[in-house]
């Protein structure tokens, strides 16, 4: 939601500021935990965070990083004052949460930005229970990179909703790209690193870059996780424990279920209950097809946890509000969707040199060993071919073991030196490393697909190419498919109580094919019905899902809420290239105001 420059105001600086000298030191965050009606202050400042050797400036809710972590009661009102302190105007988005439209925190729609030194207050109910969390919905890219994040637990009002743990341990998943001891910059007037998103190369667990847990042996510990990413999809797993998962978005899922891992994009959420059997040390890691990261340290004492529910930790239970849903699902799987959104991207050919600056060839980004003298697609992955410059060999034709990259004369024979051989040059170049890295190899230069990567670019598989890119020379785009209006243009009319059945199409044919998590704000939430055609086989009420490259995902949208509400990707960069619609949801005739 970028607003352009006012003529009233001074030109904006090149750059946010970056300098944390005099700034507050970031501080964990607190537990608030809050009754039917208690209110309190939520403030956006700077400060100073501690990352390795680096000390650099970021922002934080009430001082820490992530912020004040809210412990609600299922039904409950809270009262939320913000003060706005921080580099820009802001707003905060209550992700996930079904509220009133007005409190949604979208600029512009449900209210006007805060300004900095201004405030405004929040009045948040909680319907739903689960994890949540909360974010700036400006300049997502700059301000939630910064910081800017906080989750909320709200508690179920039925007894037993959970099965039993023996303790809560929530964390944000986050990632954070640093340059010469700073946050890479960002400039006030234009996003970049829209092509793929801005892939950090510093891992934050719950704002730590060395996260560390503890455990009592038989401990069953209760993981809330939530991605913060801008972009990251991260894939959790922990070797030597067994995870069981347990909830989702919004709430428990249908069936409890024993997982290998837990995949998270940017702003999904995962609660998996975890049996730590014998002492030791493990490692909760983030695994993709080719690199393994430490994402904390868990050490296993062998102090025995009280109570011990390790006996009732294999007991795999059903949610039966979920199992009546199920019920119902065969007329919707069999029905022709409602609505049907693809999702498509359009790159200019930013890597092109001047006309007349000598050959061209073209090149795909990703993999730059795929060349053709032609525009085209890349047959591994299906992204447009960019231009580039072609390094030219130039040879006698009389004496070819004469070469020069330089045109000229051979020095045997005076003759012309002439093109024999055209090459390019890599458009992308490998990311800074990243610590806690184990068989950091990569896959850059190697041989990659989406099938490889199940659909999902793990790493920034372009850098310098997606360091260039900004709404200006790359658009992603939603498109509805039976009006054929993109993105703002997209006018969906709804009426609280509906049900919608969505269809979300990830185009091949696309500049750029790549995975999106795709976010509905809270007129209500949703269920996957199937991807790829086949069921899902575990429902839970979510607000995110992510859309795998090439890949059809069929939603089940129930509508709770009128109101004026956001859809669009969770990929910040993606967000703020125009990748987001409004729809308006009327009030059901009779319904109460």
């Known amino acids: 939601m970028q607003q352009p420059p006012q003529p009233d105001r001074p030109a904006p600086a090149e750059f946010f500021p970056t300098d944390p000298s005099g700034l507050p030191e970031a501080t964990r965050p607190r537990l608030l935990e809050l009754a039917d009606g208690d209110a309190f202050d939520l403030r956006i400042g700077p400060v100073a965070k501690r990352l390795g050797e680096a000390t650099v400036r970021m922002l934080g809710y009430n001082g820490s990083i992530p912020g004040p972590t809210l412990k609600v009661q299922q039904g409950s009102e809270v009262i939320v004052h913000v003060i706005n302190e921080g580099d820009l105007e802001a707003t905060v988005h209550w992700h996930g949460l079904r509220l009133e439209n007005k409190y949604d925190g979208v600029p512009h729609e449900t209210q006007t930005p805060i300004p900095i030194g201004g405030e405004f207050t929040y009045r948040i109910r909680f319907?739903?229970?689960?994890?949540?969390?909360?974010?700036?919905?400006?300049?997502?890219?700059?301000?939630?990179e910064m910081g800017l994040y906080g989750n909320i637990v709200v508690v179920s009002a039925e007894?037993?909703?959970?099965?039993p743990a023996n303790r809560d341990v929530l964390l944000t998943l986050d990632d954070l790209l640093l340059e010469d001891g700073k946050i890479a910059p960002f400039s006030p007037v234009e996003t970049t690193y829209t092509a793929m998103g801005r892939f950090g190369n510093v891992l934050l667990v719950s704002g730590e870059q060395d996260?560390?847990?503890?455990?009592?042996?038989?401990?069953?510990?209760?993981?809330?996780?939530?991605?913060?990413?801008?972009?990251?999809?991260?894939?959790?797993?922990?070797?030597?424990?067994?995870?069981?998962?347990?909830g989702g978005d919004s709430g428990r899922v249908e069936h409890e279920e024993f997982v290998p891992e837990v995949i998270l994009a940017p702003s999904e959420r995962a609660v998996v209950d975890v049996l730590f059997g014998q002492p030791g040390q493990l490692e909760l890691q983030h695994r993709t097809p080719d690199r393994t990261y430490r994402l904390a340290t868990i050490t296993v004492t062998s102090e025995s946890a009280t109570p011990s529910l390790a006996g009732q930790f294999p007991a795999?239970?059903?949610?039966?509000?979920?199992?009546?849903?199920?019920?119902?699902?065969?007329?919707?799987?069999?029905?022709?969707?409602?609505?049907?959104?693809?999702?498509?991207?359009e790159m200019d050919d930013i890597a092109a040199p001047a006309q007349g600056a000598g050959p061209v060839v073209y090149a795909c980004p990703m993999h730059p060993e795929v060349t053709s003298d032609q525009p085209g697609r890349c047959p591994k992955c299906g992204m447009k071919l960019l231009a580039t410059a072609a390094a030219s060999t130039y040879a006698c034709p009389m004496h070819p073991e004469v070469t020069s990259d330089e045109p000229g004369r051979c020095p045997k024979c005076g003759m012309k030196l002439l093109v024999t051989a055209l090459t390019t040059q890599p458009a992308g170049r490998e990311p800074p490393p990243m610590p806690h890295a184990h068989g950091a190899t990569g896959h850059h230069g190697e041989p990659?697909?989406?099938?490889?990567?199940?659909g999902i670019e793990w790493e920034d598989d372009m850098v310098a190419v997606n360091r260039l890119t900004t709404p200006a020379n790359m658009r992603w785009k939603l498109v509805d498919r039976t009006t054929g209006a993109a993105n703002a243009a997209i006018d969906w009319q709804f009426t609280e109580g509906d049900r919608v059945k969505i269809r979300l199409v990830n185009e091949m044919d696309s500049d750029h094919p790549m995975h999106h998590p795709f976010?509905?704000?809270?007129?209500?939430?949703?269920?996957?019905?199937?991807?790829?055609?086949?069921?899902?086989?575990?429902?839970?009420?979510?607000?995110?899902?992510?859309?795998?490259?090439?890949?059809?995902?069929?939603?089940?949208?129930d509508i709770t809420n009128p109101g004026l509400w956001m859809a669009h990707c969770h990929i910040a960069e993606h967000m703020q290239s125009g990748m987001m619609f409004s729809f308006t949801v009327a009030r059901a005739q009779g319904a109460a105001r």
């Open 211 to 246: 996260h560390a847990l503890t455990a009592k042996a038989g401990e069953v510990v209760r993981l809330w996780l939530t991605n913060t990413a801008n972009t990251r999809v991260f894939n959790v797993q922990l070797p030597g424990a067994r995870m069981k998962l347990v």
């Open 159 to 163: 007894p037993g909703y959970w099965p």
């Open 519 to 557: 976010h509905l704000h809270g007129a209500g939430r949703f269920l996957v019905l199937a991807r790829d055609g086949q069921p899902e086989p575990n429902l839970v009420w979510k607000d995110t899902v992510l859309v795998r490259t090439g890949q059809t995902v069929d939603i089940l949208f």
């Open 127 to 144: 319907p739903d229970p689960g994890l949540y969390w909360y974010h700036p919905h400006i300049r997502e890219d700059y301000t939630q």
């Open 448 to 454: 990659h697909s989406h099938g490889a990567g199940q």
């Open 316 to 345: 795999l239970r059903q949610a039966p509000e979920l199992a009546a849903e199920r019920q119902a699902l065969d007329a919707w799987l069999a029905a022709p969707p409602d609505k049907t959104l693809a999702l498509i991207a």
